[in-house]
């Protein structure tokens, strides 16, 4: 089972449309949560951490259920600019103290007129 | 969040040869981070660039393949030695933002595209 785990997508939506996105981690100790966005050929830039009573960024919305090891991010009223891909991110905690970012494969989205 | 740069932003390299990536940060971080990104898939740990020390890798990677020098809290090097075509990849550095504290937040330099004939 992969660490992170993300539907690939892609997911072609009409401007203005609402989408989400899953993501699911196997490392219960995990701490901290992101999502971030990369553009093509571009290299990704943290869009939201998520918090763990879930929270919001003008559009977009992150939500942790740590019981079912599961992190969505929900976006609203679609631009054509939010065209890109969308990578889940976990800390991801190890024996001895040691931690690092584990990255999901990604999903596409695909936003159109 | 912290300014980075990296240099070479893309680079054809011949198989055999060596090329050493250079990280500059506007400001002084404690971690940095070496990434790599191959072609349609997600971005993989190289190695933890720690200051004054040797570098910690992660499986699969060594320091004799990948060696990495962190001579200051803003500066750091990637080298990727004896190249062959499956080294062809996007090469990333990241830095982890002090005031996140534990939330461990990274911040990406814009990347360094290899492709190695």
């Known amino acids: 089972r992969k660490e992170v785990e993300q539907d690939p997508g892609p997911f072609n939506v009409p401007e203005g449309a609402t989408v989400a996105f899953n993501c699911t981690y196997s490392?219960?100790?995990?701490?901290?949560f992101f999502w971030y966005r990369q553009d093509c050929r571009k290299e990704p830039k943290l869009l939201m951490s998520?918090?763990?009573s879930g929270n919001e960024d003008g559009r977009f919305t992150a939500q942790l259920n740590r019981a079912s090891q599961y992190i969505s991010l929900l976006i609203r009223d679609s631009k054509l600019s939010d065209s890109a891909t969308y990578l889940c991110?976990?800390?991801?905690?190890?024996?001895?103290?040691?931690?690092?970012?584990?990255f999901g494969a990604g999903t596409r989205l695909a936003v159109h007129p | 969040s912290a300014v980075i740069s990296q240099k070479p932003s893309r680079d054809i390299c011949q198989r055999g040869t060596s090329l050493t990536i250079q990280c500059q940060v506007d400001?002084?971080?404690?971690?940095m981070f070496w990434y790599r990104q191959q072609p349609g898939q997600s971005l993989t740990l190289i190695a933890t660039?720690?200051?004054?020390?040797?570098?910690?890798?992660e499986s699969g990677f060594v320091i004799d393949k990948f060696p990495i020098s962190r001579p200051n809290l803003t500066f750091s090097t990637l080298t990727v030695s004896n190249m062959s075509p499956e080294d062809s990849s996007i090469y990333l550095c990241?830095?982890?933002?002090?005031?996140?504290?534990?939330?461990?937040?990274?911040?990406f330099g814009p990347g360094t595209r290899l492709t190695v004939t």
């Open positions: 990241s830095v982890e933002d002090g005031l996140a504290g534990v939330r461990s937040e990274q911040y």
């Open positions: 490392n219960s100790a995990s701490q901290s």
């Open positions: 998520v918090y763990s």
């Open positions: 991110v976990v800390n991801a905690m190890f024996s001895g103290g040691y931690n690092k970012l584990i």
């Open positions: 400001s002084q971080v404690t971690m």
């Open positions: 660039a720690n200051q004054g020390s040797e570098a910690t890798y």
